[in-house]
């Protein structure tokens, strides 16, 4: 199936094009996903999906198949499978950046295939999680980026601000019979102001497909994520009964 989104985000199209190739800064607006790894060509992660009282884990591998960055057009490749079964996902996602107005307009299209558990669901079911995601995802990268902007903002006033106070407190040249200002004695190094470091992050919570599509289509879904709850059930009791 295929699905169509479009969003703008608040900043020149320059900065946008470098923000979404840059997966591991972009990665926490994307709702259920883990980036594991990334070596500026291939993304290893997983995605999370909850279906009812069932929780599906993907995992798999995305690739930039085309970059052009004159045109500002990118084609990312992903393909998963289930960590626990036999679904399989994937997409083929197109996005185009223009400028315009308000910043940067983003045209997406996705070519996407699911089988499995999520595929019982209905194609416009998932395209109504699908808009919902995606207007997730553009609230959250909007807001990391125009925080960017001001916090680079913010840096360069206080930078100006200590430059020029610098100069009007630096010590003025000794006089005749005056010893000149202390300075530090070589070798011993400069103690480093503290720093936090980021720890790791940790896994994302999976997307609830029926939180994410809202009462009127949970109410489609309900019979379905029920019959996959008991499903499970059964499956889980078979294996221990065969365990005995």
Known sequence: MELRHEFTVPVPVDEAWRALLDI??????????TVQEFDGEKVNGTVKVKVGPVTLTYRGTAVFEERDEAAHRMVLKANGKEVRG????????TAGLTASDAGTAVSVRTDFAVTGRPAQIGRGVIAEVGDRLVGRFA???SERLAGAAGAETEDAGR?????AGAAATSPAEP????PPAAVA??????VPEA???????GAAEPIDLLRTAGPPVTRRIVPVA??????????????RRRRR
């Not at 036999?86 to 996602?93: D, M």
């Not at 930078?159 to 430059?163: D, K, L």
Request: charged fraction near 15%.
């Open 24 to 33: 591991e800064r972009v990665a926490p607006c994307l709702p259920g996903t």
């Open 86 to 93: 036999q679904g399989t996902a994937r997409a083929t996602v």
């Open 139 to 141: 609230d959250c990268l």
């Open 159 to 163: 930078s100006a601000v200590a430059g």
């Open 175 to 178: 006089g005749p019979g005056k």
């Open 185 to 190: 004695e070589p070798g011993v190094p400069a």
């Open 195 to 201: 720093r936090a470091e980021a720890g790791p992050a």
């Open 226 to 239: 029920l019959a996959a709850g008991a499903a499970a059930a059964v499956a889980v009791a078979v294996r």
